[in-house]
């Protein structure tokens, strides 16, 4: 017979036990008359069977947040092979066994060792197992349930924000969309209502509310007026439990602003205004300034002002400052205390972004009356004109009047006027003025041809007060008069061929004439009379303001006249008629057959298309100035291969000569000869310097040699003496010589390089008596001896 063993695990759901040591018949008290029991047999896990007064299930449920001072009594672990002797053990495994969840592993009771939130681990999967305590081998299978955490309300809801900020426009509709708050309950939705979350408002009424399930925030109030309030602050409550009482609770708090809108019309503060304005005021300058006052903000406090009537409405103009809103009244034409010392404006303020859905609160604009009084000033004289313009014949006599300026005091006083002008528009002084009555009359001839237009400034001041001045413009035309003669259009110089025919024409002529001509020049041509009847040449007037020279006769000898002088008078057909006598030069040239020029008997003609003579002197100038040069800068250079190598500036002094070049030593022997130092009486006159080039040879002056030169002082004056009188000597020392010492000394050479010339020997014997010091030279030495005697 097969025997079945089962492994029973008891739970008990409801209030939580004090104490795990307590019988089970005494915990029972107060739970649910029926036990749950789980009973798996040792062949099967699944093997679900109910039992008298017992239910089979896998799973058991725990209250979270346990605040008893003992352990949470979970449920009881028991098998049939318990005997109760002690053999067996039970033993817990998976999610927080031996931490969270403990075992008493000989009654196998479970117990909960800290208090659980459903929110960090709603489930726990656990394993029991009986083995026997001594062998450690299981006497049940393993089996596998659940310890699910039943929720309480221990959370309150959060609001997603501590704070909400929202903004609506003034004068809103009841029922107006404000923002929706929304607040989360982290407790169990699916459990109970401890996640069910109600909205309600606890400050903000009566002006907004809340709807309680979807948290959004309406306008309850109609019409607030930023004007009056701009800011509310409204606290919202979100409660669990589905409001009710016992529910947990969070606030939240909302900042609504209120937007403007354009419902205020702009308003004047006062109904009139006054301002004051010298009527020396300069035009687009301000007069004074009015503001209309809005209670709106920004653009819809935007106000726009105009002058809508008044009889100063084309005298004054108004702008709207952009930054201040003001109107500012500027001067639109000159003033007149005079003419008008009074003006009355009507001004008006206008909203410039108006809104219609408030235009049933009136008109969106205002008026105000606007008074200015012009003040009388001191001003200066007034011409009657702005700008004179004046003609003068440039012929007129001197001091004759040409026109007349008029200029008086426009106040009150009439205070009277001196005229003067402004001689930086008049340096050369050829216009003057009566002081007193303002006529301007010439104090300089005027030619029209020099300068058409005289423009000058006239200077009108006041006797009493000569700092109101002012200055008006005169232009001053000067007319022409015939005063000016024809001339030639250029200078004419022409040629005849010697076998030219007669009536040949040879040269074409015009004139031109200074003088203005309202219908044109008309000139007239003729050869002046004493050349109109001997003259080999004839003149025929073309009427065109042209005339053209020819022939008389048939052949012209160059060797018998070279040149013809043509006298020509050209005259104006203007009163008073003005002529002058202009002379053509006529030459006579070899031509050939086609009348092409070959040659005349003076000088060439020079065509236009050659040289002038002013060309060709000035090209000669420049060849003689780039020979010049070019013969200079090679003089220059060969000056400067004379020099010696080096030179400084403190070689060239008067009456100065430097000896502080020392050579080369005796090695160089390139600027002098050393041997002349040893022996000065062997001195080659006829060698010259090598370091630079002779320029001429001469013949050297001998001088008598001093033989008994015994001191080096007599040496250098008979040398210097000798070059001061040598007429052919450089003007510099050019043998450099310092090594010569004289004849000899009575203490001789103190050289000891010398010694090894001399024919005596030396004893070094004595240095082996000096000690070890001296040892190495009296080897040295003593076999230098020993050597020579070998």
Known sequence: MRTYHCFWLLFWAGQPHQSFSTPLSERTSGFPEKEKVLVLSGNSRQDLHRSKRSWM?????????????????????????????????????????GDLFIINENTGDIQATKRLDREEKPVY??????????????????????????DINDNEPMFTKDVYNASIPEMSDVGTFVVQVT????????????????????????????ESETGIIKTALLNMDRENREQYQVVIQAKDMGGQMGG?????????????????????????YQFRAPESTPLDSPVGRIKANDADVDENAEIEYSITEGDGYDMFGITTDKDTQEGIITVKKALDFESKNLYILKVEATNTHVDPRFLYLGPFKDSATVRIQVEDVDEPPMFSRPAYIMEVKEDVPLNSIIGTVTAQDPDAAKNPVKYSVDRHTDMDRV??????????????PLDRETLLWHNITVIAAEINNPKQSSRVPVFIKVLDVNDNAPEFAMFYETFVCENAKAEQLIQTLSAVDKDDSYNGHQFSFSLAPEAASSSNFTLQDNRDNTAGIFTRKTRYNRHETSTYFLPV?????????????????????????????LSCNAEALVHPTGLSTGALIAILLCIIILLVTVVLFAALRRQRKKEPLIISKEDIRDNIVSYNDEGGGEEDTQAFDIGTLRNPEAIDDNKLRRD?????????????????????????????????????APPYDSLATYAYEGNGSVAESLSSLESVTTDGDQDYDYLSDWGPRFKKLADMYGSMDSDKDS
Request: charged share 25%.
């Open 183 to 210: 607040a989360t309950d982290a407790d169990d939705p699916t459990y109970g209502n401890s996640a069910k979350v109600v909205y309600s408002i606890l400050q903000g009424q009566p002006y907004f509310s809340v």
């Open 125 to 150: 999967i656990l394993r029991a197992q009986a083995v026997n305590r001594k062998t450690g081998r299981p006497v049940e299978p393993e089996s596998e349930f659940i310890i699910k955490i039943h």
């Open 248 to 272: 947990l609770s969070g606030t939240t708090t909302v900042n609504i602003t209120l937007t403007d809108v354009n419902d205020n019309p702009p308003r004047f503060p006062q109904s009139t």
């Open 431 to 444: 216009f003057n003025i009566n002081s007193g009555n303002g006529s301007i009359f010439t104090s300089k």
């Open 569 to 597: 008078v050209i005259s104006d057909n203007d009163y008073p008629i003005q002529s002058s006598t202009e002379t053509v030069t006529i030459r006579v040239c070899a031509c050939d057959h086609r009348g092409k020029m």
């Open 57 to 97: 299930w896998n799973q058991f449920f725990l209250l979270e947040e346990y605040t008893g001072t003992d352990y949470q009594y979970v449920g009881k672990l028991h098998s049939d092979q318990d005997k109760g002797d002690g053999s067996l053990k039970y033993i817990l495994s998976g999610d927080g066994a």
């Open 692 to 728: 630079i080039v002779p320029e001429t040879l001469f013949i050297p002056r001998r001088t008598a040699t001093a033989r008994d030169n015994t001191d080096v002082r007599d040496f250098i004056n008979q040398r210097l003496k000798e070059n001061d009188t040598d007429p052919t």
